[in-house]
């Protein structure tokens, strides 16, 4: 099972950019799905993007043509490029790995390894 851990969230302004990495520990990291996940306040957490390990991508309908999700197999990360950032994209980002996966396994329930999330917050 890999540990994972996130960073890059900052307040950033409505129409901006950010990159979001996700580092995992484990050998056997490039046979892992991943995944974004975020979180509001009051809010559940929800699906926001997921590659599989042969880099197949899919995403929510609320980022589709803004985030870009990648992975790097030599280096154990995972990065969320987020482009044209509204104030509806504030949220706790967490990265989210699982064994095994397909691109419909976007439940958070389907996942077993979690980061400690990182803050975006978007100011309009």
């Known amino acids: 099972q890999v540990q994972v851990v996130e960073s890059g969230g900052r307040l950033v302004q409505a129409g901006g950019s950010l990159r979001l990495s996700c580092v995992a520990s484990?050998?056997?990291?490039?046979?892992?799905?991943m995944a974004w996940f975020r979180q509001a306040p009051g809010k559940e957490r929800e699906f926001v993007a997921i590659i599989t390990k042969t880099g197949n991508t899919y995403y929510a309908d609320a980022v589709k043509g803004r985030f870009t999700i990648s992975r790097d197999n030599a280096e154990n990360t995972v990065a969320l490029q987020m482009n044209s950032l509204k104030p509806e994209d504030t949220a706790l980002y967490y990265c989210?790995?699982?064994?095994?996966?397909?691109?419909?396994?976007?439940?958070?329930?389907?996942?077993?390894?979690w980061g400690q999330g990182t803050q975006v917050t978007v100011s309009s």
């Open positions: 989210a790995a699982r064994p095994t996966g397909s691109l419909d396994t976007i439940m958070p329930n389907q996942y077993n390894s």
């Open positions: 484990g050998r056997t990291f490039s046979n892992y799905t």
